[in-house]
Nanobody, 119 residues
Framework: QVQLVESGGGLVQDGGSLRLSCAASGSIFGFTVMGWYRQAPGKQRELVASISTGGTTDYADAVKGRFTISRDNSKNTSYLQMNSLKPEDTAVYYC?????????????WGQGTQVTVSS
């Protein structure tokens, strides 16, 4: 069974930085996309950034130039470096893995980690 464990959230001041990590345990096969989503109070969950097995990245417009996603395939771990944080970045951040193997798509979610940016 695959489990995702996030770490690195916390409280930071406006303009500060945080680095989130997501470690996956269990066996994940095939092509994968690792992503980070966030959900602020009263809002829908939204994609923040994603990275494919081959390293192709995608970012939400709101975080381009400030956030960087990376992954270590040998450790089944993804990272989200967040710089120049703003109060509007405050949310629960969830890591996600989508894997495609033998025509079967699997989706896994972490439990979420709180990021709070104070003004």
């Amino acid at each position: 069974q695959v489990q995702l464990v996030e770490s690195g959230g916390g409280l930071v001041q406006d303009g500060g930085s945080l680095r989130l990590s997501c470690a996956a345990s269990g066996s994940i096969f095939g092509f994968t996309v690792m992503g980070w989503y966030r959900q602020a109070p009263g809002k829908q969950r939204e994609l923040v950034a994603s990275i494919s097995t081959g390293g192709t990245t995608d970012y939400a417009d709101a975080v381009k130039g400030r956030f960087t996603i990376s992954r270590d395939n040998s450790k089944n771990t993804s990272y989200l470096q967040m710089n120049s944080l703003k109060p509007e970045d405050t949310a629960v951040y969830y890591c996600n893995i989508r894997s495609l193997s033998r025509g079967i798509l699997n989706t896994y979610w972490g439990q979420g980690t709180q990021v709070t940016v104070s003004s």
